[in-house]
């Protein structure tokens, strides 16, 4: 099974902040890699497909890097409403697999 | 506007069964693969088990698999997962999700809480 790793698992930063996580795979899944945020108490929201592709709907502030096994999720100017957990997560395989998250937190 | 909704969630002893539902509208449901993801409380998106658009082929997490079976019926736009043996470390939220072309899941329901517990 592939496996997915992310860092850092937490931090804290402020509103206009550039913010970036990264996310690791166990072996290389090309560009099968998506991201999603959840805050607490709901669903998770698909803000990046195949790795750096911007869902519809989603601020551009976000975007997404990468390919192979290292991959990027940045928030160019992080606002109130993106205090969240990001998770993500690979495709690659018939079973897909989440890293473990990565908890924004206000500074 | 697409829309999922879980249903069938509760607290059940361990070893015990369960069915969840998921009930799909606004999009053509026979067309699109889905999946079941799973939180434990605290925890982070747990993969579960995902059909294909046609019920054809299914796979599922190690850690259900033999317990858990997904399956779907299109005539009603509803999607299923049977819980059987259940265990404590099954207590979560179960969400359904939609698969994308781009195998990514795009749409989610807001999940529905299963405690397992004596």
């Known amino acids: 099974d592939i496996q997915m790793t992310q860092s850092p698992s937490s931090l804290a930063a402020s509103v206009g902040d550039r913010v970036t996580i990264t996310c690791r795979a166990s072996?290389?899944?090309?560009?099968?890699l998506n991201w999603y945020q959840q805050k607490p108490g709901k669903a998770p929201k698909l803000l990046i497909y195949?790795?750096?592709n911007l869902q519809s709907g989603v601020p551009s502030r976000f975007s997404g890097s990468g390919s192979g096994t290292d991959f990027t999720l940045t928030i160019s100017s992080l606002q109130p409403e993106d205090f969240a957990t990001y998770y993500c997560?690979?495709?690659?395989?018939?079973?897909?697999?989440f890293g473990p998250g990565t908890k924004v937190d206000i500074k | 506007q697409v829309q999922l909704v879980e249903s069938g969630g509760g607290v059940v002893q361990p070893g015990r069964s369960l069915r969840l539902s998921c009930a799909a509208s606004?999009?053509?449901?026979?067309?699109?693969?889905m999946h079941w993801v799973r939180q434990a409380p605290g925890k982070g998106l747990d993969w579960v088990a995902v059909?294909?658009?046609?019920?054809?082929?299914?796979f599922y997490a190690d850690s259900v698999k033999g317990r858990f079976t997904i399956s779907r019926d299109n005539s009603k736009n509803t999607l299923y997962l049977e819980m059987n043996s259940l265990r404590a470390e099954d207590t979560a939220v179960y969400f359904c999700?939609?698969?994308?072309?781009?195998?990514?899941?795009?749409?989610w329901g807001q999940g529905t809480l299963v405690t397992v517990s004596s």
């Open positions: 999700a939609r698969l994308t072309s781009e195998k990514s899941l795009d749409y």
């Open positions: 606004g999009f053509t449901f026979s067309g699109y693969g």
């Open positions: 059909i294909w658009y046609d019920g054809s082929k299914k």
């Open positions: 072996q290389s899944i090309s560009n099968n």
């Open positions: 195949a790795a750096s």
């Open positions: 997560q690979q495709s690659y395989g018939t079973l897909f697999t």
